[in-house]
């Protein structure tokens, strides 16, 4: 009779360790998206903060790219070239107001040939972007793209022009500039004094 008790004892006990487990897992799971749970056994790589990705898709830990473009994204080919622009094989998104808003939108750059220049400076076969340059697309008009070079992290130059940011210091010496320091910048004449503020960036010759 005690035999028969506590073998009675016995597999309760083992129900009850079985049912604990079962609960456990099923807590641990319930928030996690379904879609999440079949790719949970995948090798993800965490690319930063933001984005992550294994083969399966792209994964965001907020809502600033849309989920009709997010599932579009290619997880091989895809890139976070800084904190403002991302890319796959198929296109570009940016944040317009990057800094400001978080939302991502389609960019008219061309993929392929797109690569970050460092600093918030990009490039691609046609045209030069400033991702901190205050709404728009981005562009720094007139800058040449094959001449297109860093002096630091502000001050940039082509075959004609040296730029502060986005913006051409005008009537400067080309020929002759030195970079002081991120703010500071000389020719053969003057001295220039660039500022970046709520109004945007701009710079003045000083003596």
């Known amino acids: 009779m005690n035999k028969k008790i506590q073998s009675i004892v016995g597999i309760g006990t083992v129900l009850i360790i079985a049912i604990i487990i079962g609960l456990f897992f099923l807590l641990s799971n319930k928030n996690i998206p379904p879609t999440e749970q079949a790719n949970i056994k995948e090798d993800r790589i965490v690319i930063n903060e933001e984005f992550s990705k294994d083969n399966n898709g792209v994964y ?9 473009d997010l599932i579009k994204l290619d997880p091989k080919t ?12 198929n296109g570009v998104y940016y944040k317009p ?19 970050d220049l460092g600093d918030g400076f990009l490039k691609d076969k046609n045209y ?17 793209s094959n001449t297109f070079e860093k002096l630091n992290g502000k ?17 400067i010496d080309i020929n002759s500039i030195e970079v002081i320091d991120d703010n500071q910048v000389k020719d053969s004449k003057n001295i220039y004094n660039c500022i970046s503020d709520i109004y ?3 710079c003045k010759a000083i003596k």
Do not use: M, R, W
């Open 78 to 89: 895809f890139e976070v070239l800084n904190s403002c622009f991302i890319k796959d094989k």
């Open 97 to 115: 107001f990057c800094g400001q808003d978080c939302l991502y939108k389609k960019h008219p750059a061309d993929t392929l040939s797109l690569i």
């Open 155 to 171: 001050f940039t130059k082509d075959k004609n022009n040296l730029y502060y940011e986005d913006i051409i210091v005008a009537n």
């Open 200 to 202: 945007g960036p701009s």
């Open 128 to 144: 030069i972007y400033y991702a901190y340059q205050k709404g728009g697309d981005k562009i720094i008009k007139n800058a040449d």
């Open 60 to 68: 965001q830990s907020n809502d600033c790219l849309p989920e009709e």
